[in-house]
């Protein structure tokens, strides 16, 4: 029986002296977590993006509504009542600008939360 001899390579990558096999092992893992923060980056710059948009719809329609608000609320002090037209436009206008605000807040949270899954 003739004994083979061990390879070469297969002992040093064993024994921990492959310095080749070493750098290749930390530059795919140094790439890999460059890739990561990298996305986690960009997800981060979406996500206050998508922050200042809707901030910005908010502002916008608050101030579009600031002068109805303030109409309606001279109308009502000076003694015309609630089921009066511009009390009524009031509250149409008032219960439109929630649900585009809920909405607006459900679709960066549902947004938010696929982000997170693809992580």
Do not use: C, N, Y
Not at 15 to 44: F, I, N
Not at 51 to 79: N, R
Not at 114 to 119: A, G, L, P, Q, S
């Amino acid at each position: 029986m003739s004994q083979r001899a061990p390879d070469r390579k297969l002992v040093e990558a064993l024994s921990g002296l492959d310095a080749q096999a070493d750098l290749a092992l930390a530059q795919r893992t140094r790439r890999a977590v460059m890739e990561a923060a990298h996305q986690m980056r960009a997800a981060e710059v979406r996500r206050r993006r998508h922050a200042g948009i809707v901030m910005l719809a908010f502002l916008g329609l608050a101030l579009l509504l600031t002068p109805v608000v303030w109409t309606i609320a001279d109308d009502l002090f000076s003694g015309e009542h609630f089921q009066d037209l511009p009390a009524l436009t009031l509250s149409l206008i008032v219960t439109l600008f929630s649900t585009i605000f809920a909405s607006l807040i459900l679709h960066l949270r549902s947004k938010r939360a696929r982000d997170k899954e693809e992580f």
